[in-house]
């Protein structure tokens, strides 16, 4: 604790000289005051004449009652020493006890020896899967912080301050007048994530469903291009995330705080718009890879030749199940959803991997492959882009590790592991079925399989429910330009029925842009990596770390560079895309 100045002091004794004026002389409230009673035995009131030592103000009549304002003067005549020190906190090494050791005083307290118990009995729990649901958790948490945004809903009543508290709770003497001030923002927590956790989280970032679109990105520009394509965007994707990470070191903050300090308000609404057109496209295309993948299912598992059902009604009803979802404000509660659809996801992956493996074991590769396709090349590089683009998660998955500075290497391995396996998985699924690679993968199997109708229908299943976590940061930041952050509906049912509307109309906005989209997913898909994902990836980066961070002149050019490159393949992917969805 910090002494008090000069002035602290003035101050304070002059406080005690106006009380000490409407009291009554010869008692205090201070340690060494008497507190002996009177020798007969009275009650001594404030008018007799006080003894030449001090008596303890708790003698007079009502002294419980007014023993506060005695106190005044009592502090005022403390030594320096005394008024200022406190005795600091002993911190004691937790090497020598167990992680769930709780002191002697939680251990007295009511429930204390059940809760040591528990605590006891929850090492002995089974050490892999608790914490896998418990981290997968905490992963869906930090698209509550996407891009290092705070995007968590104001509603949450994790968020919720005492405020609300206070004013349910009864009044007391010590209840202060004016309750803390409301905050719809999180508490900063120090990251506790350890290098383990922070890898497989930066593999679920990444590994989506942007993998099941590259063998079809494959077959649009060549075996050969392909992956030299994959390898270019994963070595650039590289150079981008450093670039972030630079700027974040000198600035904290997100993505779009990083923004305004660089470049002001108008670079945050643009970044924070990206984001949103982005995270809008992967949605969309995740819906159409469901209808997609739901009526080869239905045409595979139905008597007869062919199901009525066209993809876009199986859009229209997957609306059904994404607007309920839609509406849940705490995000964490989609936790075992999505988690049971990772799982799916991964189950789609290794089969796969196993029935191309062996069918070119026994076939050979399928001679319609080719090692470049001119028509259509352009196409794979927004693909790959689109796989690629997890700039998002960056950012929070460093805040949650607890020692930051080994992110940037744990980052690149990462990097070599996803390029590793997104380019097998293209490159294997071409060249087992060649010309005859379709969007939706999975199709290509035999469809007289159980287990591919298995892997087709639970895959369906694990994009479906993974779709609204990918709406949430483009809900939120919409959400909080309309509303305002600080604008919550749990205290205004007109608000809250108000944000619901505003979610369901988002979602069926993405059902009716699906549709549009639906009649070619692989364009669809390289048009949303062209547009939107770029920026985010190539452009901004870049911007942000030429005008904040970068000192030479080769440095500020290598920015532009890339700003320039980033811009002219944008514009150029965008264009030809359009044009050859409009030629058909």
């Known amino acids: 604790m910090a002494e008090p100045t000069s002035a602290q002091q003035e101050r304070t004794q002059a406080e005690a000289d106006v009380v000490s004026k409407h009291l009554p002389t010869g008692y205090t409230a201070e340690p060494t005051a008497l507190s002996a009673e009177p020798s007969n035995g009275s009650q001594t009131s404030p008018d007799v004449t006080p003894s030449p030592e001090p008596q303890d103000s708790l003698r007079l009549q009502g002294g419980d009652i007014h023993r506060e304002i005695f106190k005044i003067g009592a502090r005022a005549k403390l030594g320096q020493r005394s008024a200022t020190f406190s005795h600091p906190e002993v911190r ?95 508490p900063i927590k ?84 990206s984001i949103t057109l982005s995270q809008i496209g992967f949605v969309c295309s995740g819906i159409i890879f469901i209808a997609e993948n739901l009526r080869s299912f239905l045409n595979a598992v139905s008597p007869g030749p062919t199901v009525a059902i066209g993809t876009k009604a199986l859009i229209a009803m997957q609306l059904v199940v994404l607007i309920p979802l839609s509406l849940i404000r705490d995000i964490s509660r ?77 980052l690149y391995i990462v990097m070599v592991i996803i390029t590793i396996i997104f380019t097998s998985v293209g490159a294997l699924c071409y060249a087992t079925f060649g010309y005859q690679t379709r969007v939706e993968i999975i199709s290509n199997y035999p469809q007289t399989s159980k287990l591919v109708n298995a892997v087709q229908f639970l895959y369906s299943i694990a994009v479906l429910v993974g779709t609204p976590v990918q709406l949430f940061p483009a809900t939120r930041i919409i959400e909080n330009r309309i509303f305002g ?16 509307g505003f979610r369901t109309a988002i979602t069926v906005l993405c059902g009716l842009i699906s549709i549009v989209g639906a009649s070619d997913l692989d364009k669809f898909v390289a048009l949303i990596g062209a547009f939107a994902c770029v920026p985010l990836v190539y452009i901004y980066p870049a911007f942000l770390h030429y005008k904040g961070v970068a000192q030479s002149s080769w440095v500020k050019a290598g920015d532009l560079v890339l700003c320039v490159v980033g811009l002219g393949a944008m514009i150029y992917s965008t264009v030809v895309t359009l044009l050859t969805w409009i030629q058909g």
Not at 151 to 165: N, Q
Not at 244 to 265: Q, V
Not at 358 to 374: D, E, K, M, R, Y
Not at 489 to 498: A, D, F, L, N, V
């Open 92 to 186: 004691r090494s937790s090497t020598f006890r167990p992680s769930n050791h709780i002191s002697a005083s939680d251990q007295m307290a009511p429930g204390g020896f059940r809760r040591h118990f528990i605590q006891q009995q929850e090492g002995r729990l089974n050490a892999v899967t608790a914490p896998v649901t418990r981290n997968f958790v905490s992963f869906l948490a930090l698209y509550g912080n996407f891009a290092g945004e705070d995007l968590a809903d104001s509603e949450d009543t994790s968020l919720a301050t005492t405020e609300d508290e206070d004013e349910e709770a009864q009044p007391t003497e010590t209840r202060p007048l004016l309750g803390r001030r409301k905050s719809s923002r999180r």
């Open 190 to 273: 120090p990251g506790d994530a350890g290098t383990t956790k922070s890898f497989f989280t930066l593999l679920k970032a990444f590994i989506g469903t942007g993998i099941m679109f590259l063998p079809k990105a494959f077959k649009n520009g060549g075996i050969l291009f392909s992956s030299i394509t994959l390898v270019t965007v994963s070595l650039l994707s590289c150079l981008s995330f450093h670039l972030l990470l630079l700027c974040r070191r000198r600035y904290g903050g997100g993505y779009g705080e990083l923004g305004s300090a660089i470049g002001g308000p108008k670079l945050r609404s643009l970044i924070l718009a």
């Open 334 to 410: 989609l936790g075992p959803a999505a988690l049971l659809a990772d799982v799916f996801i991964f189950i789609g992956l290794f089969y796969i991997w196993y029935y191309d493996v062996s069918t070119i074991a026994t076939s050979g590769i399928h001679p319609s492959v080719q090692l470049f396709n001119p028509r259509d090349f352009t196409l794979t590089i927004g693909s790959a882009i689109f796989t690629f683009e997890g700039i998002g998660l960056i950012l929070p998955i460093q805040s949650s590790m607890a020692d930051p500075g080994m992110f940037p290497r744990l």
């Open 485 to 500: 952050d600080r604008n919550s509906g749990k205290g205004s049912w007109t608000t809250k029925w108000k944000k619901n």
